[in-house]
């Protein structure tokens, strides 16, 4: 009997050191250096990645590396470049160190699947500045026997894979180091939608869901589960819902937003004022069932215009649905549906093209036809209904405010950003293919 009480006393400290060990997961480079630290990996222009290293640069052209016998070196390049490391599942807080070129640089970065952290941080000759991002890092497996059922597109998605991918953009981009640490206590913010909402792997789609985390402090992470296509019943189907839960921590949020696919007929319909409540219901209880928190989105209009030049409500009574569901489970709600509305009105039935995917022919290599999509947004649109989620968190006093980022200003839908100061780099990849959902 004393055998065994030793053995489980063995086994649980072990535990106990292999979980603490996991949490203090540290990685540390350096660009462009000679003299490297102890506890400090190199990275020059010629570290490329392979899965037997785990770490390396994805060059997309010529990439330079400033050695320094400091650790203010850098690697820098005139196209995209994207630096990846093998990680496990988790929330990381990453530090990065920008800038030190002689020409000066400004640097767009953007994680995983195109989730923009920051834009346009500029650094003068030489200048090097220091910048913390959060990152949800995950895989589909829930536990040993069950993982998400992830469509055949989702299988090439870098936010399924078992790395960290971050994607380095602007002008003369330069990076001179990145310390990553392992950070699962942070509070999550959890996203559950459609195509409206998923991080959309190419260009030139976009949605809010990906455009959400440039406006949120480092003390917080998104973790969008959100999937073109997706309805109420699909999403918990395919096990999305059950590997978000397994995720959720007491005090973590949940975002809903759901009704673009689930109004069609076929086997995912849900009725608005009955079994479309009675699921979104559902979700809530099973939040707070984890100690969680959720928030409730109405989705955003369609761009379809009357004569008058105003929008025709072609979501039905889902929308009201919603706000009433959150009245009844004493819930906040955000109306991007009523924000969006007064957006493209805003901009009207012609220049409001310039937030979705309206693009002429040969926009892109191997388009042979135009672009004309009234659903789905490209990177202005989806950065301004962003802005309107922000926004609503502001106005309502959400505990979510503290997270976001000091100072963001109110934003108002019907005075929307001028396309000629938002400026968004294009990523490499490219797919001209609708991602599904209307």
Known sequence: MKHLILVAVIVFLFS????????QVN?????????????????????????????GLVPLGEITSNKTESKTGFVSSKKPFYFEVNLPEGHYVIELTLGG???GSSTTLKAESRRLMFENVKTAKGEFVKKTIVVDVRTPQINTDEKIKLKERELKYLNWDNKLT?????????????EIKKANDLPTIFLAGNSTVTDQE?????????????????????????????TLLAFKREKRLQKLLSLMKKGDYLFIEFAHNDQKPGGNHLDPFTTYKAEVKM????????????????SMNRRQFDEAGKIINTLGDYPEAMRQTAAEEKVPVIDLNAMSKDFYEAMG????????????????????????DNTHFNPYGAYELARCIVSAIIQQKLDLKKYLIDPV??????????????????????????????
Not at 202 to 230: D, H, I, K, T, Y
Request: with cysteine; glycine share 8%; hydrophobic share 35%.
């Open 202 to 230: 190419n260009e030139p789609w976009a949605s809010w869901g990906q455009m959400f985390p440039r406006f949120l402090a480092s003390n917080v992470v998104v973790a969008n589960f959100a999937e073109s296509g997706e």
């Open 409 to 438: 200003t109110v934003f108002d839908p019907k005075y929307p950003d001028s396309m000629t100061v938002f400026h968004w780099y294009e990523s490499p990849s490219v797919n001209l293919i609708k991602p599904d959902g209307n």
């Open 283 to 298: 979700y809530i209880a099973e939040v707070r069932k984890k100690g969680g928190n959720v928030i409730l989105v109405t």
């Open 101 to 103: 070129s002689p020409e």
């Open 166 to 178: 971050l994607e380095f953009n602007g002008e003369n981009p330069c990076v001179s180091a990145i």
């Open 349 to 372: 039935p012609e220049n409001s093209k310039k937030a979705f995917v309206h693009y002429p022919a040969n926009t892109y290599p191997g388009q042979d036809k135009a672009l004309a």
């Open 27 to 55: 990685s540390r480079f350096t660009f462009g250096t000679v003299k490297v630290q102890k506890g400090w990996t190199k990275i020059e222009s010629s570290t490329l990645y392979t899965a037997q290293t785990g770490y």
């Open 16 to 23: 106990g050191f292999s979980q603490a060990k996991d949490n």
